[in-house]
């Protein structure tokens, strides 16, 4: 921590976001990581999409293939069910060697698609064969996207009503019968496995990106948007008084610049992941502890009074000095504690707590300091 004169920290400490320590991660910095982190988590998802989707062609091509075969003595569709099912495993084969993403989405929609339209021509409008075009939607949105998607799906629309078109000029099909009911039960139950499967790895998508916009990379701990949200609802716990006390606690590493300075940044990284750590460990589930940006950390606690918040930091405090989170150097935090009044804004407790570790700073370091108007 730099140690600013109260009014600079006043005017700094303008706005929830501000921050007297000078952060290594600007916000472009962070907004692109987390950027990279969506794109790898996106392209994962699509992989497994793929997957999944050339794993149900496979198994439900087999499957209407030998009913083909035993049930309707098709042989010619079977045929064409057998060639479907090698095809989509030689995608599922060639995307596991090459990770080619976007050329086995395409394969892959298009295979579905050609098997789809030779399917329903050669069934010549019996047994609702036409169903089949209801798989294309998903697969070709799920893996193409939206825009193609929707292009090849109005394509594949517009097939089928021309040849429906066609088809009602000629003299009625029979279409009951064991092969309508099964066309139905294979449809619907193909349409049941890809929604079940997009749904449920889409959640998992998205808990994965809540989960990192609300982690600190480098430490793992709760970032500064997760505390701010923190504060908000603590402090709004108070204001309706389902809670009688919170306190917030501004911890800062003592001389941390001589770590990079002396042993580097890559030590200093270490130190910080080794300090969160223990901070993590001590404080357990007895509040939350989150990176206020570079060598800062905070704590939130309710139920818990300036005393005993004063107490925790003084153990926290020994702790550290005692057992350092650094082989190579002695560590010493300092501490600034203020409540969260409930007439007060965050904006307030936050500015008092900074102004309380300004003065431990100035008292000497390796000290806990309360704002006064909690003393
Ligand atoms: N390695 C590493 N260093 C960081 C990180 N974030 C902040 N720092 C460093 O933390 C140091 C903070 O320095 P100062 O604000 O001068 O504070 P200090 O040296 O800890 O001294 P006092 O706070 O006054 O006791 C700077 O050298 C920053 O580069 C980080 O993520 N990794």
């Given at each position: 921590m730099k140690l600013i004169p109260c009014q600079a920290c006043v005017a700094m400490r303008?706005?929830?976001?501000?921050?007297v320590s000078r952060p290594i991660l600007t916000p472009t910095k962070r907004n692109s990581l987390l950027l990279t982190a969506t794109t790898h988590q996106s392209i994962r998802h699509q992989a497994q999409l793929l997957k999944a989707v050339l794993k149900i062609v496979v198994l439900f091509s087999l499957l209407i293939g030998s009913l083909n075969v035993?049930?309707?003595?098709a042989f010619m569709v079977a045929t064409f069910n057998f060639l479907t099912a090698f095809f989509a495993s030689a995608i599922l084969f060639f995307y596991n060697r090459s990770a080619n993403l976007r050329l086995a989405s395409w394969l892959t929609c298009l295979a579905v698609i050609f098997n789809v339209a030779v399917f329903i021509h050669l069934a010549?409008?019996?047994?609702?064969?036409?169903?089949?075009?209801?798989?294309i939607p998903p697969i070709v949105f799920f893996l193409l996207g939206k825009q193609i998607g929707a292009w090849l799906t109005a394509g594949v629309f517009a097939y089928s009503i021309a040849l429906m078109a066609y088809q009602l000029q000629q003299p009625r099909q029979e279409t009951q019968g064991l092969g309508a009911l099964l066309n139905i039960i294979e449809v619907c139950t193909a349409l049941w496995f890809l929604f079940r499967f997009y749904e449920g790895s889409r959640q998992a998508a998205y808990r994965e990106l809540e989960s990192l916009s609300a982690t600190?990379?480098?430490?793992g701990l709760a970032n500064r948007s997760k505390l701010d949200n923190l504060l908000l609802d603590v402090h709004q716990k108070r204001r309706d008084a389902e809670i009688s006390s919170a306190t917030v606690v501004i911890c800062d590493i003592d001389h941390f610049k001589r770590i990079n300075d002396e042993f580097g940044h890559l030590e200093g990284d270490r130190v910080l992941q080794a300090l969160a750590r223990q901070l993590k460990a001590e404080v357990g589930d007895q509040g939350v502890v989150g990176r206020w940006g570079g060598e800062e950390f905070m704590f939130i606690f309710s139920e818990r009074d300036v005393a005993s918040t004063v107490q925790f930091c003084e153990h926290l405090r020994t702790t550290i000095q005692n057992h350092s989170p650094s082989s190579k150097r002695a560590l010493t935090l300092s501490f600034g504690i203020a409540q969260l009044h409930p007439q007060h804004s965050i904006e307030h407790a936050l500015l008092c707590a900074d102004r309380a570790l300004y003065r431990a700073k100035q008292d000497g370091r390796n000290c806990v300091r309360c704002a006064e108007r909690d003393v």
């Open positions: 303008n706005n929830v976001g501000g921050s035993f049930v309707f003595a010549d409008g019996r047994n609702y064969s036409i169903l089949w075009v209801m798989i600190d990379k480098l430490t």
